[in-house]
């Protein structure tokens, strides 16, 4: 056999396939093991190739060249369920591409030619560790596994003889999986692992939780009957969202778990599909995890139900501050390229923009005095790639520089990672912390709001009517449709917050919006003039009125503005009217629980419109017009408008009829 130093670069590809047996298979427990005159011979052949280890369970057993071993006198011990077996190869000089594959007698008739007794296959040049499943009806049997390994082809059958390869055969104790855990036997991973990065889950592996939300993917969940997920340990309050074949939804109308505290357990019963996925919700520390196939109960004892809610955000950012940690990243390729004075300007920027947004009653610090990090990978490894990848190792390379976890870095404190963009990554921010790739105040002064537990600006698309039927926010609520809101489209322009949003961040006296109670002609002044010592307007800078279907499940929030008319030139000629309580199904408690929805008070005047959010560019209720309240509670109508425009002087008077 002439094995060439050139062999073509297809056959250099390491993969890897998998057979899993049919699960439908059914077996009488018996022990006895077929004598070897009834298997089919098979060997191999050649100098250059063997099989080198084979490891499987309690198994590991190294060997030298030979064309067949009969090692029938070592046994490894199985489960029905998840096992993993590792093949290594040996080579006297240079290795080459072998192709394996692995033999089961389950049904233990002499050979291996039944239906999913093809357990393993796979090749590459180094060793393989493949996992397999063995059926949940196979159980109480000892029996004959083989092991083939072949130069450069497959193995095409059991009975093959190889010329240049080997041929092993062992025996294999299956025993039946153990599908109960005992209550109580669940490791505190977080006492010895770091936070888990990783998305896939296996049978019985421990792990420790980051804080935060975390997704996590379940393979080869249909050879299972059922998959316990427990959680324990630490900290905090954990929701978990399970299901088989997609994504489960976080709106509790696909499986979920919710009790009091860390202790959860959640399982999927009969899975069908290849896949499940698993959604790690709410606010912990230091809490672990672990999956059990075919387990009919979970290791924890939960704690008391908690009551289920349309939204579980926060009610608004509680400190009058915030400290950015600046991280400053870049690829092994590629030099950080943002300069330091450029940097310090944009930031200031964005500084500035709070101070006036909040009235005065707001400071941002930011802190980048960490030396520059490399990634210690090209910026070309991103490129295509999910941005989890991303985040997964900019937050260890922050972790393992400075000991800081960056999704829990304490109160006050966000932390900024900044770096030359990849191809196709835009800014993103995930409370608490940013991945900033645009060099702009602006972006940051947006970024900075998710970060610390605000949503975008939404629009309420009703179709031809100005509030739909709230029921399906996929098709109701337009992101970023709130176009003249810093959340919205308005970061570039540093448009302000709406009074909304400025509430959540406790920037409001509770006389600058009042609740109106009695109908009457009110004046409300321009909210957009404020400085770092008020919004220095004579009066008040917004109303809200209550309705819904109960007298306070709906709030509206009106307000007017006269400056950033990039996007509706009639902006200081009306107002703009927002709702809240309307499709709020927020999840995540490090965000605020309410939505703000600006009403497109002229629907569908833009009926050939030329982007997404061009409906809602005259959206403010303008002079003149009036509007009645969806549930009947009250009608209002825009009167005069007054004051000098662009000062805090700017005015419009609003007339409230209360039904």
């Given at each position: ?7 073509h ?55 030298g ?32 591409d ?34 397999f ?40 104790s299956i ?21 888990f ?46 299901k ?33 996925y ?68 944009e ?9 006036r ?28 790639q ?5 985040h ?117 006296k ?37 309705s ?106 609003i007339?409230?009829?209360l039904?």
């Amino acid at each position: 056999m002439n094995k060439s130093n050139n062999i073509h670069p297809i056959y250099k590809l390491i993969t890897t396939s998998i057979f899993m047996a049919s699960s439908h298979l059914a077996f009488a427990s018996v022990s006895n093991v077929k004598d070897a005159n009834t298997y089919c011979n098979s060997e191999g052949g050649g100098s250059h190739e063997w099989i080198s280890n084979v490891k499987l369970n309690n198994l590991s057993y190294s060997s030298g060249q030979e064309a067949y071993s009969d090692n029938t006198d070592k046994t490894a011990n199985l489960t029905s369920g998840h096992n993993s077996i590792t093949l290594t190869p040996g080579f006297r000089s240079k290795s080459y591409d072998e192709h394996w594959a692995v033999y089961i007698d389950y049904n233990q008739d002499g050979d291996f030619d039944d239906t999913g007794e093809q357990v393993v296959t796979g090749n590459s040049h180094n060793a393989l560790q493949i996992p397999f499943n063995v059926p949940t009806s196979v159980h109480g049997v000892t029996t004959r596994m083989r092991v083939a390994m072949r130069y450069y082809n497959p193995v095409s059958s059991a009975c093959n003889n190889i010329s240049a390869g080997e041929i092993e055969d062992y025996t294999v104790s299956i025993s039946n999986i153990d599908t109960s855990p005992e209550t109580g036997d669940m490791p505190n991973a977080c006492e010895s692992q770091t936070p888990f990065t990783g998305r896939d889950l296996f049978d019985g592996q421990t792990i420790c939780l980051d804080s935060g939300r975390q997704t996590f993917n379940i393979a080869n969940s249909d050879n299972y009957t059922t998959i316990a997920i427990s959680t324990s340990h630490g900290t905090g309050n954990i929701t978990l969202f399970a299901k088989n074949g997609e994504r489960p939804k976080t709106d509790y109308t696909d499986p979920y778990s919710r009790h009091v505290g860390n202790n959860e357990c959640i399982i999927i019963n009969t899975p069908s599909e290849y896949w499940s996925y698993l959604e790690v919700n709410g606010t912990h520390e230091n809490t672990s995890l672990v999956v059990d196939f075919n387990a009919t109960a979970c290791r924890v004892e939960v704690g008391e139900t908690e009551e289920i809610k349309d939204n579980y955000g926060n009610d608004g950012y509680t400190d009058s501050s915030v400290n950015i940690k600046v991280f400053r990243i870049e690829f092994s390729d590629t030099p950080f390229d943002w300069n330091t004075n450029d940097m310090n300007t944009e930031f200031n920027k964005m500084v500035d923009f709070y101070k006036r947004s909040s009235y005065g009653q707001f400071d941002v610090t930011y802190d980048m005095s960490h030396p520059v990090i490399n990634i210690d990978k090209p910026i070309t490894y991103y490129e295509g790639q999910s941005s989890n990848q991303w985040h997964a190792d900019w937050q260890a390379k922050v972790l393992a520089a400075t000991g800081i976890n960056a999704k829990s870095p304490g109160d006050k404190t966000v932390i900024l990672v900044t770096a030359p963009k990849p191809n196709g990554y835009n800014s993103t921010a995930e409370a608490p912390y940013i991945s900033l790739f645009h060099q702009d105040g602006g972006v940051l002064a947006h970024e900075l709001g998710h970060a610390m537990g605000i949503r975008h600006a939404y629009g309420l698309e009703g179709e031809s009517q100005i509030i739909g039927a709230g029921v399906d926010k996929e098709t109701e609520s337009i992101n970023y449709g709130g176009l003249f809101s810093l959340m919205g489209k308005g970061s570039r322009e540093y448009m302000d917050f709406d009074l909304m949003h400025k509430s959540y961040m406790g920037w409001l006296k509770p006389n600058d919006v009042p609740v109106i109670t009695q109908s009457g002609i009110y004046r409300i002044y321009a909210l957009d003039h404020g400085n770092s010592t008020g919004h220095n307007t004579p009066g008040n800078i917004g109303l809200r009125l209550q309705s819904g279907n109960t007298e306070s499940d709906h709030t509206y929030w009106l307000e007017y503005r006269t400056t950033n008319h990039k996007y509706g030139n009639d902006i200081d000629n009306g107002v703009l009217v927002y709702l809240q309580g309307m499709l709020e199904k927020e999840q995540n408690p490090k965000y605020w629980q309410h939505t703000s929805h600006l009403l497109d008070m002229t629907p569908n005047s833009q009926s050939s419109a030329d982007w997404w959010g061009q409906d809602f560019t005259d959206s403010e209720l303008a002079l003149g017009k009036s509007y009645s309240d969806k549930w009947g509670a009250f009608t209002i109508k825009v009167l005069n408008k007054g004051g000098e425009l662009g000062t805090p002087n700017a005015w419009m008077d609003i007339s409230v009829t209360l039904h």
